[in-house]
């Protein structure tokens, strides 16, 4: 019989947001842990475990539980496993779908990574409600992308699937991204992105600006925004320049699995017209003629950001299939 | 209750090819027609009818055809018509299925693009049998594609997914394209992209070519694979500029939907590996470093080029759902 919450997990870099999810996308109630406090990956879990029992006790949600659903940056919805982590202490292959349905006596769990996650939360319970086909990029210290295709996650044939932060938007002399390469998207239109664009203008360009009062290491996407907000010319060509490459790069998306919306979420998303102008103009300057009949939209994602993380990975939790079952152990017949 | 067999129809600028094709992907029999001959897209349907009809009857298959596919250039799977098409002399919006399965009797009929009939036949009968997670790429004249993701086309919410021909490949500078855009891989890495490549390099390069032989504005990508085959050097710069081309833009694709495989269709495919070497040396160092623990493999399709099209088609032809439906005419009621 079904059970009428889910729970969600979101694992980030420094904390793990828990929280208990009704039908209706309600977070009942959440809490966190700090992610990196134990070395230990069955510490982890076991800290996990305890936080949310308490969580449940206290909520009256014991035994209520559907499933768990839980977004990891490299989550695999196929392995239930997290592969090569770029900021975990747990090794390059982590069971977690298998040691959380374990420590939760058998509850089915399914994971994927947070921008899969995030793009479920919007399909849920958020601006995609109803859309069988659209894109989520997620625009934080990384850009990263959920794709939703005949109303279906695409995961691909491995399960890493919609990693369009790492399209290439600049061939050749393109910055150098985390991920090794150079001139991917992620370089340029996340926060970071933004901060590298702010340091190469500074250097480059030798009109005044109030950026440069501040110490050129330390700038971040903030900055510009605030500097951009109060009438700087050169925080706005950073915004003209971020919104530019990501409209053009949206544009190519199109081309792909022409969606009916690209929905937009982080904090740089929150950025207003500053980003949205160019972004949109950019964007439909470089759609293929076909496209422009039926324009896909560009919307901002409805999701609370404090909320988003946790609903998107419960979202998940609806459909987890994946549960631990214990080796038998042969006991005596009972006669 | 199913029939045996299914028509396929190719509509291409030249010709409009049709086939019977039973379940196992054998075509019985096939024929073609003209297809610009009739101004009048009322007569064009006319012929093709009687074509078809003729088809049948020697083949001992009338009132044996389940349904009729059709793959015709900006054919849209939604509304079954024709929009836009740049070869075709009918209007901007050809009702297609609707006048097909009019003078057809009401035999279901459903249709798409070139490229997507492709990646269907290759998915039914071809390289790409069991395989949920593929891309396929034609080169022709233009670069096409068709893209499944969960055993589905990727149709997109407005019928036109799959436009990979026309992903930006060069942002600044590059070569006009039929789309009116310019940059688009279509102007690079289709046939008549490798004879522009030949046009740049001999106006900019000095050395020697056999293809300074020919009148430049003749030559066309055979004459560069010929002179390629028999050693001259520029010829063989040629596909390696183009397959790296090729190559870059097929590792972006993988960020996308991280197929199992790509497979390659059309007369530059079958290059060798003038071709192949330099796309699969470019995609792999192109590939992010997630999608290389499972390779996506870069094949060939298997089907034979002469049947292609309307094998293609054709297998769309077994999930046609359109009819058409004469209109109700009120008869006086019997009593």
């Known amino acids: 019989m079904s059970k009428p919450y889910v729970l969600g997990v979101d694992i980030g870099g420094t904390n793990t947001v828990f929280g208990i999810v009704d039908a209706r996308?309600?977070?009942?109630?959440?809490?966190?842990?700090?992610?990196?406090?134990?070395?230990?990956?069955?510490d982890y879990i076991?800290?996990?475990?305890?936080?949310?029992?308490?969580?449940?006790?206290?909520?009256?949600?014991?035994?209520?539980?559907?499933?768990?659903?839980i977004g990891a940056p490299n989550g695999n919805y196929y392995t239930g496993e997290i592969l090569n982590p770029p900021n975990l202490p747990w090794g390059p292959v982590i069971p977690l779908a298998e040691k959380v349905s374990?420590?939760?006596?058998?509850?089915?769990?399914?994971?994927?990574?947070d921008a899969n996650a995030a793009a479920l939360g919007e399909m849920t319970y958020g601006a995609a409600r109803g859309m069988k086909d659209f894109i989520m990029i997620t625009l934080g210290t990384g850009v990263g992308s959920g794709i939703v295709v005949n109303g279906q996650l695409v995961?691909?044939?491995?399960?890493?699937?919609?990693e369009l932060g790492h399209v290439v938007v600049k061939r050749n002399n393109g910055r150098i991204c985390g991920c090794g390469r150079t001139g991917c998207l992620e370089a340029y239109c996340s926060a970071t992105g933004v901060?590298?664009?702010?340091?190469?203008?500074?250097?480059?360009?030798?009109?005044?600006?109030?950026?440069?009062?501040?110490?050129i290491e330390d700038i971040t996407s903030k900055d510009v925004y605030d500097a951009a907000v109060a009438g700087d010319k050169l925080a706005k060509d950073i915004f003209d320049y971020t919104g530019t490459i990501l409209g053009q790069a949206m544009a190519d998306m199109v081309a792909f699995s022409s969606p009916q919306a690209i929905i937009l979420f982080g904090g740089?998303?929150?950025?207003?017209?500053l980003l949205m102008r160019p972004l949109k103009n950019a964007f439909e300057k470089s759609l293929l003629p076909i496209f422009k009949q039926r324009m896909p939209k560009i919307i901002l994602s409805e999701l609370k950001e404090s909320d988003a993380a946790v609903l998107g990975?419960?979202?998940?939790?609806?459909?987890?299939?994946?549960?631990?079952?214990a080796p038998i152990s042969i006991q005596p017949a009972e006669a």
């Open 268 to 273: 740089l998303a929150k950025s207003g017209e």
């Open 155 to 162: 995961y691909g044939h491995d399960g890493f699937a919609g």
């Open 46 to 69: 076991n800290e996990l475990h305890e936080g949310v029992e308490r969580l449940l006790r206290a909520n009256d949600a014991e035994d209520k539980i559907q499933g768990i659903g």
């Open 195 to 215: 901060a590298r664009t702010a340091r190469e203008f500074l250097e480059i360009r030798t009109e005044p600006s109030t950026l440069r009062d501040l110490q």
């Open 313 to 325: 990975a419960s979202a998940l939790g609806w459909e987890a299939k994946y549960r631990y079952e």
């Open 102 to 113: 374990k420590a939760f006596g058998g509850i089915p769990v399914a994971i994927t990574n």
């Open 25 to 42: 996308g309600q977070v009942m109630a959440s809490d966190s842990i700090k992610t990196l406090k134990n070395a230990n990956f069955d």
